[in-house]
């Protein structure tokens, strides 16, 4: 029955307000445009970029490394022959010598380093990225809000215009009445104060309105004026409360996984590295000591080179990405408790409004006979137009308090598929 009484009651709330006229705007139109006009969206393809750039830079250690060296030298004292061979004269060699050479390196295995750095990389930017999903899941919350206020705003404008029509229809008895002279001047002047009042309302609730709209204009980047009409959207489907897909936890299984990886990158500097090498010059001497003079050479061969330093701190290294992975767990397991705490909470306040509801539509029908027979005892001079008023507000009360139920129960619903992620 209640899920009958809900249907009514959201039926209501979808017609159009006759106080308003324009496009039909849904949430899920302003939420795409917001996500749309975000300007942390731009991060994104930053980090895209950026990982790419990153990956390209990582990628050129397998490319040959060239450098080119140059040295001019004077030392006190030369390598000299000291044995004399009849027959055979050696030139000493000159205390100045020169050198230029090109070196070329040509990594062959760094223990897969490359290889885990572009991993990791690659892992920042998808960190980035979720980075950017929860703060648009937040702004998503925030247009939900701003959304169904304007839809309050909007439904307090339809009941407002419910009681100007009442004061309205009272204030033509009341100086039927008074051409007669069955009633007072000041029961009409009372009516009719009252008629202002609801008007100064329609105002206040309009130009709130008005200002909500501008808000939303300024984080969707449309320009939404004052006769835009907002589509009540349909109740979401309730997923169950282990069923959560919030942006966080991928965010959180990422920093997870960027502490494995750099225990990974770790084991990587421990183990050696091989290239190959070649260099070529021309100076005096060149390779033959022997000849004090100006000469080509090259040398080529395999290098073999293993930092063993690295293991004096590798097991603290590897002890730190434990402590930061068992830290994000411990971040994720307080998130998921925080949030099944906030859908218990929710689900209570859906319960709770399910059944205020419920109680308002036996209450509205009720309001409304004591207000139409107050109307017919005006009609007749039986009650004064106090008496009518105090029925006519009483009956606007409770409609208010439906409205204002109504409202509180979709963006309860709402919060709940949000707050799980969906």
């Known amino acids: 029955m209640i899920k009958n009484i809900l249907i009514v009651l959201l039926c209501f709330l979808t017609l159009p307000s006759s106080a308003q006229s324009g496009e039909a705007i849904t949430l899920e139109q302003v939420q795409q445009w917001a996500a749309a006009h975000f300007p942390l969206l731009k991060q994104k393809a930053l980090a895209r970029q950026a990982s790419l750039a990153s990956n390209s830079i990582t ?41 230029a050479v090109l070196d070329l390196n040509q990594l062959v295995y760094d223990g897969g380093l490359t290889r885990q750095q572009k991993i990791m990389n690659e892992l920042q930017a998808l960190l980035k990225e979720e980075e950017v999903n929860v703060a648009l899941h937040q702004l998503r919350e925030k247009i939900n809000g701003l959304y169904l206020n304007v839809l309050l705003l909007d439904a307090q404008r339809q009941q407002n215009a419910l009681v100007m029509a009442d004061l309205d229809a009272g204030l033509r008895k009341v100086e039927a009445q008074v051409q007669q002279g069955t009633a007072y001047r000041s029961n009409l002047a009372l009516l009719k104060s009252e008629w202002l009042k609801a008007r100064q309302r329609d105002i206040e609730l309009a130009a709130d309105r008005e200002g909500l709209l501008q808000v939303m204009s300024e984080f969707t980047g449309q320009s939404l004026p004052a006769t835009a009409r907002l589509i009540t959207p349909a109740p979401p489907a309730l997923p169950m409360m282990t069923d959560i897909t919030r942006p966080e936890l991928q965010y959180y299984q990422l920093r997870d996984s960027l502490a ?78 925080n949030t099944r705490a906030q859908l218990k909470q929710q689900a209570s306040r859906i319960s709770q409004l399910q059944q205020l509801l419920a109680t308002d539509q036996e209450i509205i029908p009720l309001k409304t006979q004591v207000k139409e027979a107050a109307a017919v005892q005006l009609e007749h001079g039986v009650i004064t137009a106090s008496d009518y008023l105090r029925e006519v507000h009483a009956e606007d009360q409770a409609r208010q308090a439906q409205i204002l139920h109504q409202l509180q129960w979709l963006q309860a619903m709402l919060n709940y598929t949000t707050t799980a992620g969906k």
């Open 59 to 99: 990628g050129n250690n397998y490319l040959p490394q060239l450098s080119l060296n140059a040295q001019a030298t004077w030392q006190s004292a030369v390598t000299e022959v000291p044995v004399r061979i009849p027959g055979l004269a050696f030139d000493p060699l000159a205390k100045d010598q020169y050198r």
């Open 260 to 337: 494995r990886q750099q225990g990974m990158m770790v084991d990587g500097r421990l183990r050696p590295r091989v290239s190959l090498f070649a260099n070529g010059g021309y100076g005096r001497p060149g390779l033959d000591m022997l000849k004090n003079e100006f000469a080509p050479f090259v040398t080529t061969g395999v290098r073999f080179q293993w930092a063993l330093n690295n293991f004096y701190n590798s097991r603290r290294e590897h002890e730190l990405s434990e402590i930061t992975r068992r830290d994000v767990q411990a971040q994720q397991e307080n998130f998921l408790m």
